[in-house]
């Protein structure tokens, strides 16, 4: 069973920046797509971006340009570089990973998604 773990969150004021990181236990070689969702309070969960087995990379239009994700395949850990960021960013973030041959990356948001961290809180004010 695998098991991912969020680690960075924290408040920040807009403009600043924030790197979350995403361990990943257990089978981590199996996971193939990964990603990071966010829930914002009284909204729906929505992704953020993804990264697929072959290292290409897709995001939200309201992050482009702010948020780079990144994956260290060595130390099973996946990293979200937020710069810029807004109020409208707070959040709790998730990381997500799903195992295969990587085809929940074939969309975006990917799904679906089997695995799940706790989540991770953000905020930042204005």
């Known amino acids: 069973q695998v098991q991912l773990v969020e680690s960075g969150g924290g408040s920040v004021q807009a403009g600043g920046s924030l790197r979350l990181s995403c361990a990943a236990f257990?089978?981590?070689?199996?996971?193939?797509?990964m990603g990071w969702f966010r829930q914002a309070p009284g909204k729906e969960r929505e992704g953020v971006a993804s990264?697929?087995?072959?290292?290409?990379?897709r995001y939200a239009e309201s992050v482009k340009g702010r948020f780079t994700i990144s994956k260290d395949n060595p130390k099973n850990t996946l990293y979200l570089q937020m710069n810029s960021l807004k109020p409208e960013d707070t959040a709790t973030y998730y990381c997500?990973?799903?195992?295969?041959?990587?085809?929940?990356?074939?969309?975006?948001?990917?799904?679906?998604?089997?695995?799940w961290g706790k989540g991770t809180l953000v905020t930042i004010s204005s």
């Open positions: 257990g089978y981590g070689y199996y996971i193939t797509c």
């Open positions: 997500a990973a799903s195992p295969g041959m990587g085809g929940s990356c074939n969309r975006f948001p990917p799904a679906p998604m089997q695995y």
């Open positions: 990264v697929a087995p072959d290292g290409s990379t």
